[in-house]
């Protein structure tokens, strides 16, 4: 089974701060990682992955994060926040191979304020 | 682009009521997931269909049964609604036979179901 630890419930920031929102995973197999967005009163949207390769995946609007095997991480960073960034952020997984049901954080709040 | 169509979009029902809420996964996607989200709370897996056969089961109340058709379209039936069934429903769909796991799926703007 998995599990996935989202350290921060709440993050708030000044707008063009950096910001980092942690994710944490514990599996017995590997896994792919997810980082998904929820806009207030909307659906899931996808903002990056990882399936293999490079450690370092990057979104369009500027979000990366890093997968880091030995401390089984996948933290989302952003250089500079804006006001639109304010959202709940979901770090996802799903064991590679077999089921691929997402067992998901609980989710940290990210508000940016002017 | 198409992509995964919920309806409806908001539902308002009775206790002990029914209700059935439907997904259009994206075309030539073959998988649809069902996840539930409470107020607050993260997306939890219910259930999951792969070419029409159940794949995966997850905390859905025995109250709840699923099905794929045979376009693909899927449809969550909930009888016996308690307020705790309160929550947005999402439904997601992902090409796996086609692209294989990991590929990430694509999650439906969601159903938000209110039990009064």
């Known amino acids: 089974a998995q599990s996935v630890t989202q350290l921060d419930s709440q993050v708030p920031v000044f707008e063009e701060a950096p910001v980092e929102l942690r994710c944490n995973y514990s599996?017995?197999?590997?896994?792919?990682l997810f980082w998904y967005v929820q806009y207030p009163n909307q659906g899931l949207q996808l903002l990056l992955k990882y399936l293999s390769g490079s450690t370092l995946v990057e979104s369009i609007n500027g979000f990366e994060a890093e997968f880091n095997k030995s401390q089984t991480s996948f933290h989302l960073r952003k250089p500079s926040v804006h006001i639109s960034d304010t959202a709940e952020y979901f770090c996802a997984v799903h064991p590679q191979g077999g089921s691929e049901k997402l067992v998901f954080g609980k989710g940290t709040k990210l508000t940016v304020n002017p | 682009a198409a992509g995964v169509i919920q309806s409806p979009r908001h539902l308002i029902k009775e206790k002990r009521e029914t209700a059935t809420l439907k997904c259009y996964p994206i075309p030539r996607h073959d998988t649809v997931y069902w996840y539930q989200q409470g107020p607050g709370q993260d997306p939890q897996f219910l259930i999951s269909f792969y070419e029409k056969m159940q794949s995966d089961k997850g905390s859905i109340p025995d109250r709840f049964s699923a099905q794929q058709f045979s376009d693909y379209h899927s449809e969550l039936n909930m009888s016996s609604l308690e307020l705790g069934d309160s929550a947005l429903y999402f439904c997601?769909?992902?090409?796996?036979?086609?692209?294989?796991?990991?590929?990430?799926?694509?999650f439906g703007s969601g159903t938000r179901l209110t039990v009064v």
């Open positions: 997601a769909s992902s090409p796996r036979r086609t692209t294989g796991a990991g590929a990430g799926y694509t």
């Open positions: 599996s017995s197999v590997s896994v792919y």
